[in-house]
């Protein structure tokens, strides 16, 4: 069987564009429309190219990772699933055009639910980054992560890890910091200095999914996070993870 785990520099393997994201700084200032860093998108583009059979992405916005989605895999079928429909008129050109418009299906509706009858080559989980919205889409929809063509199923979470895409506009930010260490004193809820750079909730979903051998980490880039899928959920995970949940 071929493994599909994301190959990295270190490995000898770098031989395409989206492999050299280590020559450029990349960090939250070369998000556009996508919303991601650059780094962020190529190991989307990377993981789209490692799996095979058809693509679920949660939460759209203004479909620029569906557009990335389509591009890397010609000929897939793309669910994509979000509350409602706000694609940038670029985006939009893109995803009408004849070789995308019958394959990429815009679905509006509750993500929580799962797609019945429908299996996937690559999970895309970037919508409600709340814990318990992380967890329902993976309860939703985990099980219908498949092994394809000798590929194995990829899920790819943003927002999932620490990281430093935001260091640059926290360095400089020392009056808004004084600010809130002032306000802090007569907060019952203390906010913190510096906002995190990822979220919890999506983190402590992806590491129970790994403590209790469901997955395994392929690769990350910035606050992406790509699990390969070892095997289905037991049926009570929404217990277990929701007691060994990280704040």
Request: net charge positive; charged share 30%.
């Amino acid at each position: 069987m071929r493994t599909t785990d994301i190959d990295r520099p270190e490995n000898g393997t770098s031989d395409n564009f989206e492999d050299l994201t280590w020559l450029f700084t990349c960090d939250s200032r070369s998000r556009g429309i996508i919303r991601q860093g650059f780094d962020e998108a190529a190991l989307l583009w990377k993981t789209v190219k490692a799996t095979a059979g058809d693509i679920l992405e949660i939460g759209r916005n203004r479909a620029g990772s569906t557009v990335l989605l389509a591009a890397a895999g010609p000929g897939r079928a793309i669910y994509s699933i979000d509350v409602k429909s706000k694609e940038h008129p670029e985006c939009e050109r893109f995803l009408l055009r004849a070789e995308n418009k019958d394959r990429v299906h815009r679905i509006v509706a509750d993500s929580r639910k799962p797609l019945p009858g429908v299996t996937f080559g690559l999970l895309f989980i970037d919508g409600d980054h709340s814990f318990e919205g992380v967890l329902a889409d993976v309860v939703a929809h985990w099980n219908a992560l498949r092994t394809d063509h000798a590929q194995f199923g990829l899920a790819i979470f943003h927002d999932a890890v620490p990281n430093e895409n935001f260091r640059w506009r926290d360095e400089s930010r020392k009056v808004n910091r004084f600010w809130i260490r002032l306000k802090n004193r007569f907060r019952k809820q203390k906010k913190p200095e510096i906002a995190p750079d990822y979220e919890p909730g999506v983190f402590s979903v992806c590491e129970t999914l790994i403590e209790l051998g469901l997955a395994v980490r392929s690769a990350e880039a910035g606050s992406m996070l790509v699990l390969r899928k070892l095997a289905d959920l037991p049926r009570n995970f929404s217990e277990i993870a929701r007691n060994v949940r990280r704040t």
